[in-house]
T-cell receptor, first 113, second 110 residues
Framework: NAGVMQNPRHLVRRRGQEARLRCSPMKGHSHVYWYRQLPEEGLKFMVYLQKENIIDESGMPKERFSAEFPKEGPSILRIQQVVRGDSAAYFC???????????FGEGSRLTVL | QKEVEQDPGPLSVPEGAIVSLNCTYSNSAFQYFMWYRQYSRKGPELLMYTYSSGNKEDGRFTAQVDKSSKYISLFIRDSQPSDSATYLCAMSPPTGKLIFGQGTTLQVKP
């Protein structure tokens, strides 16, 4: 009964490279959320997706960031041309659609050199 | 003004103490109120959720929501060193995203 699976757990990129973070939701969950957490800060909402649809991307930076949740396969958060300020922990959560029951993965920690 | 305010602490208590963690919010549309626990370098773990106002108890944990005051609380009875973690409040309207507080770091000393 696997939970939310994220990979890679740790990712190191140099400035200007691309980062791809993957999230497989819990079995039966079709709603995926991405959050970013900076040191000593809470979780900041980035994007909410259902299968093949972006529902709310109000927390996504306007440039360089994109997300998808295809019909088959994991959700992907893509960061192009990374900068040092992108260094953070990125968490994925999934749910059936009930806002009171979001379950989080262990996160992907991105370090930009 | 942030939508959700939470005192970051840190909060240090002796083992066995009653811990009170609190958040205030400004958005009247919030209907779902959650508490998550996060250990260092781990993902947030859902502890409790409450719909609308009222109390909810689960073992040593009690969650309270006062919508008239826009104030929520989490009480931990008989606190244990294993409760040492960051506690995050979160809330959402009936549909849409969770908004998190900054988190309160709790240390329970043996």
């Amino acid at each position: 009964n696997a939970g939310v699976m994220q990979n890679p757990r740790h990712l190191v990129r140099r400035r200007g490279q691309e980062a791809r973070l993957r999230c497989s939701p819990m079995k039966g969950h079709s709603h995926v959320y991405w959050y970013r957490q900076l040191p000593e800060e809470g979780l900041k909402f980035m994007v909410y997706l259902q299968k093949e649809n972006i529902i709310d991307e109000s927390g996504m930076p306007k440039e360089r960031f994109s997300a998808e949740f295809p019909k088959e396969g994991p959700s992907i958060l893509r960061i192009q041309q990374v900068v040092r300020g992108d260094s953070a922990a990125y968490f994925c959560a999934s749910s059936h659609g009930h806002p009171g029951e979001l379950f989080f993965g262990e996160g992907s920690r991105l370090t930009v050199l | 003004q942030k939508e959700v305010e939470q005192d970051p602490g840190p909060l240090s208590v002796p083992e066995g103490a009653i811990v009170s963690l609190n958040c205030t919010y400004s958005n009247s549309a919030f209907q779902y109120f959650m508490w998550y626990r996060q250990y260092s370098r781990k993902g947030p773990e859902l502890l409790m959720y409450t719909y609308s106002s009222g109390n909810k108890e689960d073992g040593r944990f009690t969650a309270q929501v006062d919508k008239s005051s826009k104030y929520i609380s989490l009480f931990i009875r008989d606190s244990q060193p294993s409760d040492s973690a960051t506690y995050l409040c979160a809330m959402s309207p009936p549909t849409g995203k969770l908004i998190f507080g900054q988190g309160t770091t709790l240390q329970v000393k043996p």
